[in-house]
């Protein structure tokens, strides 16, 4: 008899002991009621409890959470169906409003984040739902946020996943992507095709205007040549007249026999001659070349000589004088 009391004493000791210590794990906060009411919120940590007294309420996740909305068919305002895919980001702030506030928390965000997106995107057209992502995000985070602040609960982001258009309007956005892109890509190739033609009148246009220069800096720089040649041709004619005013009858047989000497050299340059024919007065020319040193000392002297010229000495005619090339 002793030994079942023992029993039961230890049995019942021990009860009491694990009724009483309580361990609260690190991101969670367990709501403390005594005799039904809520005293404290428990923080992670080694709590004692009153036996029989004091109990466990609620055990709440104080961590981030993410709540998956399902998808919904939205009919945006110019009357397009399309399916929305969204999630939710939240966070337990105060343990005791998230357990007491509302009944099945995570069931209350999730309606209030459907009707909202409902609210949000039926009130815009379906390219505004389509492009617009950053502002029905923005848009579903105030209100959402707002409505559930009373339960003590944080929505830190919410997501659209998804959205889904009809299969037609999907097909009719494609075509209509495809025409942009055609449309966008003509132009850029007319414009491509304009400046191409600009740049090529203008490379056209500046190789016109250098050939135009080109062609007058030449036409100066001939028109110059010849003007200095005029000159110097006016000079020299200028010249013999001095010096035939000067030397008389000398200076005309020496300029004559200049002429003459360059005329008959001429002879001597064709290349096919191999013989060549003098008329019978060239060669009277052979005979005068001593002469016109004479010519030249006299007129080089002064007018020591006066007007009167030295004769040329004659020589016997000749028919013909041959002439052997060098490659014979």
């Known amino acids: 008899m002793d030994l079942i009391i023992t029993v039961l004493i230890i049995a019942l000791v021990v009860f009491v002991l694990f009724s009483t210590v309580r361990i609260v794990k690190q991101g969670f906060v367990y ?3 005594r ?4 005293t404290k919120a428990a923080e992670p940590g080694l709590h004692i409890l009153v036996p029989f007294i004091d109990r466990i309420g609620r055990k709440i996740n104080v961590m981030e959470q993410v709540l998956d909305i399902p998808g919904q068919e939205i009919i945006t305002k110019d009357n397009a169906m399309v399916g929305v895919d969204a999630v939710v980001f939240f966070q337990v702030l105060e343990a005791q409003k998230a357990a007491y506030e509302v009944n099945n928390l995570y069931g209350a965000i999730m309606a209030i984040t459907t009707t909202n997106l409902r609210t949000v995107m039926g009130s815009m057209d379906l390219d505004e739902t389509l492009s617009k992502r ?3 995000n923005a848009r579903l985070l105030g209100v959402v946020d707002h409505a559930t602040s009373p339960w003590g609960v944080k929505i830190t982001r ?8 009809p299969i037609d309007i999907s097909e009719a956005m494609a075509r209509q992507m495809k025409a942009e892109r055609l449309k966008r890509a003509e132009i850029l190739e007319a414009e491509g095709d304009r400046a191409s033609n600009i740049l090529r009148a203008e490379g056209d246009k500046q190789s016109a205007i250098l050939t135009a220069e080109g062609k007058r800096e030449a036409a100066y720089r ?4 010849r ?10 004619t200028q010249m013999v007249s001095d010096a035939i005013e000067g030397s008389g009858n000398q200076a005309i047989n020496y300029f004559i026999a200049q002429e003459y000497t360059k005329a008959v050299a001429k002879f001597a340059d064709s290349p096919n001659a191999k013989t060549i024919l003098f008329p019978v007065e060239a060669t009277q020319l052979i005979g005068s070349l001593g002469g016109i040193g004479e010519l030249v000392k006299e007129a080089v002297g002064g007018e020591s000589a006066g007007g009167s010229g030295t004769p040329l000495p004659k020589s016997k005619p000749r028919a013909s004088v041959p002439r052997s090339r060098g490659d014979d």
């Open 158 to 165: 919410v997501e659209i996943k998804d959205i889904r258009p």
């Open 134 to 136: 950053d502002e029905i």
């Open 222 to 225: 001939d028109a110059e040549a």
């Open 31 to 33: 709501t403390i009621e």
């Open 227 to 236: 003007e200095r040649l005029a000159e110097a041709d006016a000079k020299a």
């Open 35 to 38: 005799l039904g009411k809520f």
